[in-house]
């Protein structure tokens, strides 16, 4: 069963992530294994990376936390509309991160050589389980349609490929970009979503409470083989929940 950490506001989940993140890292700070980690994009991740580097950048031996991206738009890391950029100018840019723990998608490449080469990058350097590499922690976000990564409703094949990652397509804005899929997702130790806003409700309420037609939501095929699945929640997202 999830376990569901509901906050006042987005700043309150964010933060309430922030110390669950921290207490994590303090708890597996080990010489002998590093924590691999999954970022997103969206608003939510924007407060916590700002708050990290804020309030926390002295708590965490970074030295010991790599950071990967569960997914990422293709355009250069200027752009942005870059998950990689934003996260480097609001957290790694303001903390003392050996550089090689920075593991970004190449915004630049072309697309099946990217979704190659950061497959490889994933599969070469993660441990695995049953032929599966395991990130430590996967942070996800839900849009208002239910997509998670960059896997969106009328693309849900791709979450059940066979492959690490996979060229997605935003079906609005035709924006490509790159995404881990769902048997790396479902593989993770811990997956953590952080949602926050009405516009997630009742999408929300349909995959936690499995109504309707609730497996067309790529979100609702989040469910960890053997490890955790945690949701940072405001009030507003979780509205129907109470
Ligand atoms: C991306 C994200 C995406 C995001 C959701 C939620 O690159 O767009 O990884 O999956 O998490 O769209 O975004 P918001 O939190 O901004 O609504």
Redesign the pocket.
Known sequence: MAEMIVSDSAFDTAKAFADFFVGWAKENNSENKKLYVAL?????PKILFDLLAKNYASEVNWENVVFYW??E?MVSETDPES?YGEAKRLLFDNINIPEENIIPVNGNNTLESEAKAYSRKIENILPSSMGIPVFDLII????DDG????IFPNQIELFDSEKICVVAEHPVTGQK?ISITGKVINNAQKIVF?I??TTKSKVLDTIINKRDDYLKYPASHVTPANGELLFFLDQEAAIHLM
């Open positions: 997103s994009g969206g608003s939510t569960g997914d738009r998950n996800l976000g839900m849009g997509h998670t990564a960059s970009r952080l926050t806003g």
